[in-house]
């Protein structure tokens, strides 16, 4: 796992010796790579690299890298899982290394952008062709790893974090408002947008492809999940279904343990966890290590118990770490610089503590996400499941629910009623999927001026226009297409790699091995969920490899007591953000209004801890990056 960045000039409006220094550009990128750095350019195009060593350990990995004849130029940032076998299929031989970059670079140089319908694993890219002069970005299939772009007068830079970007900018980064109500309601922007101006994701699933002499350029979907949804659905017998599951996920973890550095797993003791390490522990060749972080507050989830019974059950080296609502503070702030912008998945936190513990120990661990979204994990598909029955009683259940006192319960019922009356499917599905609605109104914490320009933008655009792509699949696959193509990419799978490449930690996630994401996503709902049983398919596939208590026992998640923190150990930081921030940018947000929700936080009136917190972050992310708001 690595940092990539680059630049590439417009040579019409700046001359192409006008580069800027990537050294100091690299340093913002450290964290991802501390093990080696390298440096290229060729006329307008700069590339920089940082590395964090793990297949191949040796000099002969170093990035950026050219093939023998200086033709093509890789700078790579990801682990392909299948390039051995894609380096006998193409009958490359003599290289110079053991790693995937060479390979990659090889078979892009033979078969061009085609090849990277035949990788399988988690990248981010980008290829420059010195006699075409044409420079591609690349980005893996589902998004777990990361990539930024932004076009200006000077050209095109990218980056695998914001922050590169902004060390290469001029001018001084300004909040694209068009993305605000988005992230009130989610905590994260979703598609290709971020809360900067001018800055971009590349989507999962595309490439762009930018001819450098007249600075056109295009992006393209090699691979959507809308292709293969649209592919005959698997008629297979159930026997039949529950044998390849258990193949296919068996098959992805082994696939994933490929390293020549040491690997973990990060256990919580759920299902996909636990499934993870159970076939991790026969196929490494050692004994594997498992981590888990639990919390100080018993009102929290606690999975230290759970996790360590999963633990001693495969004999694995275990660790713990507890995490205290006093050393949050700083951690906060941290997370916030990680990620550029005001992520607000507080999980972040447990991850990241984690990956520093064992940065020292252990450099790749194993992580569960994905699977919820490939088998059915979550409660909202059961209920939209029955969401045609349950519509008119939610209408019906709002006017009880007006009735009852107005404790923090009557807020969730609120806003769960209110998501099952919504008119339409696709606000249903975006309501369930945050602890926000249109009655709460976030962006009243806003001033009117900003309010209004926050409030044109529809905050679940991006969910109607998913829904529109899967409209023809069942209620399950519906929802779970749209969170893998939203939420697994912009919210699970930025809070993994930013959470642990900031403690230079390599994170996998087995579960979204292409395979077994293609072979799942033409399983019809009711065979993965039959009657609404969640993950039904995947436990029956892990019968006898995972203890019957943690299949079938109650899910609890991994909740994090931020409500808890906010009501003691962040109150100071909250109010001296609030300050700070008031103090540079005043008439963007409304005091009164921040201060008397925190009043009725910390009495217990109601609790607001999901709307305070992405405010705290908010602040943070604008003092911190000196972001103009308004």
């Not at 093509?72 to 970059?101: K, M, P, Q």
């Not at 408002?177 to 001018?198: D, F, P």
């Amino acid at each position: 796992m690595c940092g990539i960045v680059g630049r590439v000039l417009n040579s019409e409006t700046i001359h192409p010796r006008e580069t800027c220094d990537l050294a100091e550009v690299l340093q913002q990128l450290r964290h991802r790579g501390p093990d080696m750095h390298g440096q290229y350019q060729h006329g307008a195009v700069q590339l920089g690299h940082v590395r964090l060593s793990i297949l191949d350990l040796s000099l002969a990995g170093m990035q950026p890298m050219a093939t023998p004849d200086s033709r093509f130029v890789i700078c790579y940032n990801g682990e392909v899982y299948n390039f051995r076998e894609l380096a006998h299929s193409l009958g490359l031989e003599g290289l110079r290394s053991h790693s995937d970059t060479e390979v990659i670079l090889h078979a892009f140089a033979r078969l061009g952008v085609a090849v990277i319908r035949q990788l399988n694993g988690m990248f981010a890219f980008a290829v420059y062709d010195t006699h075409a002069q044409k420079i591609w970005l690349v980005r893996d299939r589902l998004g777990v790893k990361p990539l930024y772009y932004r076009f200006d007068d000077h050209g095109l830079a990218f980056a695998s974090e914001i922050k590169a970007l902004l060390s290469m900018a001029t001018s001084t980064p300004y909040c694209d408002l068009s993305s605000m109500h988005e992230w009130l309601y989610y905590g994260n922007t979703l598609g290709e947008r971020t809360l900067y101006q001018g800055i971009r994701k590349l989507l999962p699933g595309h490439y762009l492809e930018l001819d450098i002499p007249t600075f056109r350029y295009q992006t393209k979907a090699y691979w959507s999940l809308k292709q293969q949804a649209e592919l005959p659905q698997i008629t297979a017998t159930t026997d039949e279904l529950i044998v390849e599951t258990r193949r296919l996920l068996e098959q992805g973890v082994k696939r994933h343990l490929v390293s020549d550095a040491p690997v973990g797993v990060f256990l919580s003791g759920g299902i996909d966890s636990s499934a993870i390490t159970a076939f991790a522990s026969k196929h490494y060749a050692r004994r594997i290590a498992t981590y888990t972080a639990g919390f100080d507050f018993d009102k929290g989830v606690n999975e230290l118990p759970k996790a360590r019974r999963v633990a001693q059950f495969y004999g694995t080296e275990h660790h713990e770490i507890i995490i205290s609502g006093f050393e949050i503070a700083d951690i906060v702030e941290t997370m916030v610089h990680h990620h550029d912008m005001p992520f607000s998945d507080a999980a972040n936190i447990p991850l990241y503590l984690l990956a520093t513990k064992i940065g020292n120990e252990t450099k790749v661990v194993l992580q569960g996400d994905g699977g919820d979204e490939l088998f059915g994990g979550y409660q909202r598909y059961v209920t939209l499941n029955y969401h045609r029955f349950l519509r008119p009683l939610a209408k019906v259940g709002q006017h009880i629910n007006a009735l009852l006192p107005h404790t923090s319960h009557y807020y969730r019922r609120q806003r769960y009623l209110h998501a099952l009356a919504a008119d339409d499917l696709p606000t249903t599905m975006a309501l369930l999927l945050t602890e926000e609605d249109s009655q709460s109104h976030p962006t009243h914490l806003f001033t009117p001026e900003v309010r209004r320009d926050i409030e044109k933008q529809d905050p679940f655009v991006r969910y109607r226009e998913c829904q529109r792509d899967f409209a023809n699949q069942d209620i399950i696959n519906q929802m779970a297409l749209i969170d893998s193509m939203v939420i697994l990419p912009d919210i699970f799978l930025e809070k993994v790699d930013r959470s642990t490449m900031a403690a230079s930690v390599e994170a996998r996630v087995p579960f979204l091995d292409h395979e077994l994401v293609d072979y799942c996503i033409r399983i019809p709902g009711c065979r993965k969920m039959p009657m609404g049983r969640k993950k039904w398919l995947l436990k029956n596939a892990l019968e006898g490899i995972v203890p019957h208590d943690v299949l079938y026992g109650k899910k609890t998640g991994f909740g994090v007591p931020y409500g808890h923190w906010l009501r003691g150990a962040l109150k100071p930081l909250f109010e001296d953000q609030l300050r700070v921030f008031q103090n540079k940018q005043p008439g963007v947000l409304d005091s009164l209004a921040i201060q008397s929700m925190y009043a009725e936080h910390v009495s217990r009136r109601r609790d607001r801890a999901f709307l305070l917190w992405k405010v705290l972050n908010f602040m943070i992310w604008a003092n911190r990056f000196s972001v103009r708001v308004a």
